[in-house]
């Protein structure tokens, strides 16, 4: 069986656990049936422990205009588990666990990849993938990506299957403005980040996403840089207090999260920095804490419990978590940058009876477990 990274990198100096299993049956979407230790107390010197549970649901796909995805595939472990109908559903096995990596793919959508946490809700959002831009390989192209930016592509500087390629290539930039709620929802990963060795989690504030597919054209065969090959990136400047330089992320697909890549720095409005591979997403970002915080809080619905997902915005950062179900007892468990303001949201709700603000700026940030919120009553 196996454990969630994020316990993994919490529970380094965890003492004592106490077991609990839990059955929790949520009308026609969801099912969830774990038995799993945490920490009841948590004191000073405890840490919250999630350890692998199986799961079994329903979920949905939907684009960032709300439309559903159809015949979406996704995957555990390379294998295809399932794939969404018409109406953007899908159905899940009870084969993969807490901590499991699922990726969400499409040819016309960004390609996700979605770490399974606790009471997770399976419900996702994908961002459009730009239209093709039919290139030479021979000689260098520039193509514009997003409000501003740009890739550079060297000539004569991709392989298919370790062997020069000549002939046309379909190059697919698209960028993923996190400053538009949707689309920060839709990013591919998880926003926390990874030291090299993997130990060390730590949560993310985002200045865009970049993802960059090249395929041979009217085929869906991905074409590789040649070693020693680079394309220049630049990620436009939306917001007056971006940084002058930015830690430049690669999309780990094995882990789900983001491992640093190199530098980008602040040029005539734009980030510049360069990636050494393709068919991959890269994320302009600093990591607001140098390890994951968490926050809990309990969910009490005055109309009964309506069955959807709790998710953390970023307001003083652009980052989110969720959405998840609250436990048996009633809590839910997000991660957030220190020192900030975010924002939760029930049901992707609009209304201002499901969404709560709260500013953790003054909090205090105990050595292990979680800062209680408290409870908040949602008047449904």
């Given at each position: 069986?196996?454990?969630?990274?994020?316990?993994?990198?919490?529970?380094?100096?965890?003492?004592?656990?106490?077991?609990?299993?839990?059955?929790?049956?949520l009308?026609?979407?969801?099912?969830?049936?774990?038995?799993?230790?945490?920490?009841?107390?948590?004191?000073?010197?405890?840490?919250?422990?999630?350890?692998?549970?199986?799961?079994?649901?329903?979920?949905?796909?939907?684009?960032?205009?709300?439309?559903?995805?159809?015949?979406?595939?996704?995957?555990?472990?390379?294998?295809?588990?399932?794939?969404?109908?018409q109406?953007?559903?899908?159905?899940?096995?009870?084969?993969?666990?807490?901590?499991?990596?699922m990726?969400?793919?499409?040819?016309?959508?960004?390609?996700?990849y979605?770490?399974?946490?606790?009471?997770?809700?399976?419900?996702?959002?994908?961002k459009?993938?730009?239209?093709?831009?039919r290139?030479?390989?021979?000689?260098?192209?520039?193509?514009?990506?997003?409000?501003?930016?740009?890739?550079?592509?060297?000539?004569?500087?991709?392989?298919?299957?370790?062997?020069?390629?000549?002939?046309?290539?379909?190059?697919?930039?698209?960028?993923?403005?996190?400053?538009?709620?949707?689309?920060?929802?839709?990013?591919?990963?998880?926003?926390?980040?990874?030291?090299?060795?993997?130990?060390?989690?730590?949560?993310?504030?985002?200045?865009?996403?970049?993802?960059?597919?090249?395929?041979?054209p009217?085929?869906?065969?991905?074409?590789?840089?040649?070693?020693?090959?680079?394309?220049?990136?630049?990620?436009?400047?939306?917001?007056?207090?971006?940084?002058?330089?930015?830690?430049?992320?690669?999309?780990?697909?094995?882990?789900?999260?983001?491992?640093?890549?190199?530098?980008?720095?602040?040029?005539?409005?734009?980030?510049?920095?360069?990636i050494?591979?393709?068919?991959?997403?890269?994320?302009?970002?600093?990591?607001?804490?140098?390890?994951?915080?968490?926050?809990?809080?309990?969910?009490?619905?005055?109309?009964?419990?309506?069955?959807?997902?709790?998710?953390?915005?970023?307001?003083?950062?652009?980052?989110?978590?969720g959405?998840?179900?609250?436990?048996?007892?009633?809590?839910?468990?997000?991660?957030?940058?220190?020192?900030?303001?975010?924002?939760?949201?029930?049901?992707?709700?609009?209304?201002a009876?499901?969404?709560?603000?709260?500013?953790?700026?003054?909090?205090?940030?105990?050595?292990?477990?979680?800062?209680?919120?408290?409870?908040?009553?949602?008047?449904?």
């Open positions: 069986m196996k454990t969630n990274k994020i316990s993994q990198v919490l529970n380094q100096n965890r003492k004592g656990t106490l077991f609990f299993c839990t059955t929790l049956l009308a026609i979407i969801f099912t969830i049936q774990s038995c799993e230790k945490e920490g009841i107390t948590e004191s000073k010197n405890e840490v919250m422990q999630l350890e692998t549970s199986k799961i079994s649901a329903v979920g949905s796909i939907q684009s960032t205009a709300n439309k559903p995805i159809a015949n979406a595939i996704i995957k555990l472990r390379e294998q295809k588990i399932a794939r969404s109908n109406q953007g559903n899908f159905i899940l096995g009870d084969n993969f666990e807490i901590g499991d990596v990726t969400i793919e499409h040819p016309d959508f960004v390609t996700l979605k770490v399974i946490n606790e009471n997770t809700k399976f419900f996702f959002l994908m459009e993938r730009a239209k093709p831009n290139i030479n390989s021979e000689s260098e192209s520039i193509i514009d990506v997003g409000p501003g930016g740009q890739i550079t592509i060297p000539p004569n500087a991709f392989s298919n299957n370790g062997v020069m390629y000549i002939g046309d290539i379909d190059i697919r930039a698209t960028y993923i403005d996190v400053t538009n709620d949707s689309e920060l929802e839709s990013a591919p990963g998880a926003y926390i980040s990874e030291n090299n060795s993997g130990t060390n989690l730590s949560p993310l504030e985002s200045y865009g996403m970049m993802e960059i597919t090249a395929t041979i009217g085929t869906l065969l991905p074409l590789e840089l040649i070693n020693g090959m680079s394309i220049q990136v630049s990620f436009p400047i939306l917001d007056d207090e971006t940084p002058d330089k930015v830690n430049l992320y690669a999309l780990n697909e094995t882990s789900g999260y983001w491992s640093s890549v190199g530098v980008l720095t602040a040029v005539n409005n734009v980030l510049q920095g360069s050494t591979s393709v068919n991959n997403s890269y994320n302009a970002d600093i990591p607001c804490a140098n390890e994951l915080i968490c926050v809990k809080i309990k969910i009490v619905y005055t109309n009964g419990n309506p069955g959807c997902g709790i998710g953390a915005k970023g307001l003083s950062y652009r980052g989110r978590d959405f998840y179900y609250p436990n048996q007892n009633g809590y839910v468990r997000f991660w957030v940058c220190p020192d900030s303001a975010f924002q939760l949201q029930a049901c992707r709700s609009q209304n009876e499901f969404n709560q603000i709260f500013d953790i700026s003054n909090a205090i940030i105990p050595p292990s477990g979680c800062i209680d919120l408290g409870v908040w009553t949602i008047n449904n």
